[in-house]
């Protein structure tokens, strides 16, 4: 993955556990993203036994049947293969009018297309996005939720984290800097860790 995060171990396994292997992806690309922030603060503070691997899905063309029916661009290939290998899909989604953007959504249709299984059959899923507004991407986890449970995915019901009014709570530096924030998405992702863990 050249523009992407490599593969890291963050932690070591305990002695009982296997890793986990979490692919992490932020639906904007903004320079100061709330929702890249967010994805930022949770990779620092992912559980011991947990393996990150970012992929930007900007790097994805826009989805076009005669572009698969040619065979799948390198790219497409590298984010199916990264997403199958994966036991847990860590989602963060901005809210683009009542919706999630164009961008997550067609990492989404890419991963759905053949071969069988689909990337997205029984795989694990966390979702979370950020937002100045007041709602906290509520509608966009929800249309995200809807086209994954289509897909057979796993979509963690709950914790959910829906950060409304998110300037208040990153520093200038886009630093999370809310402690009450912090301790919901350390919880968050141990009960993401968890939900993977009863799959894999
Ligand atoms: C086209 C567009 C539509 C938007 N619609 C919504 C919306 O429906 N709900 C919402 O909470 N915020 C909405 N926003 C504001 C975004 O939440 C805000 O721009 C946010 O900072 C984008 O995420 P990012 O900081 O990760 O880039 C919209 C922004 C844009 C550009």
Redesign the pocket.
């Known amino acids: 993955m050249s523009s992407d995060a490599a593969s890291s171990p963050t932690a070591s396994a305990t002695a009982h556990e296997n890793p986990i292997s979490l692919l992490a992806m932020?639906?904007?690309?903004?320079r100061?993203?709330?929702?890249?922030?967010?994805l930022r603060a949770a990779l620092e503070r992912t559980p011991a036994g947990v393996r990150v691997r970012e992929f930007d899905p900007s790097r994805l063309p826009f989805y076009d049947g005669d572009v698969e029916a040619a065979g799948d661009p390198e790219v497409v290939a590298e984010f199916k293969a990264a997403v199958h290998a994966s036991d847990l899909v860590l989602l963060?989604t901005?809210?683009?009018?009542?919706?999630l953007?164009a961008v997550l959504k067609n990492a989404v249709d890419w991963g759905s297309r053949p071969p069988r299984p689909q990337a997205w059959d029984a795989k694990p899923v966390a979702i979370m996005?950020?937002?100045?507004?007041?709602?906290?991407?509520a509608?966009?986890q929800r249309s995200l939720r809807e086209s994954l449970a289509g897909l057979n995915a796993r979509v963690m019901p709950q914790p959910r984290i829906l950060l409304?009014g998110?300037?208040k709570l990153f520093d200038e530096d886009l630093k999370l800097a809310d402690e009450a924030t912090l301790d919901r998405l350390a919880a968050f992702l141990d009960a993401a860790v968890a939900w993977a863990r009863r799959f894999s």
Do not use: D, I
Not at 26 to 30: D, E, I, T, V, W
Not at 32 to 38: G, Q, V
Not at 94 to 99: I, S
């Open positions: 932020a639906g904007s690309q903004r100061r993203s709330f929702n890249r922030a967010l963060v901005p809210e683009y009018n009542a919706g953007p996005g950020a937002t100045p507004g007041r709602l906290g991407t509608l966009a409304a998110a300037g």
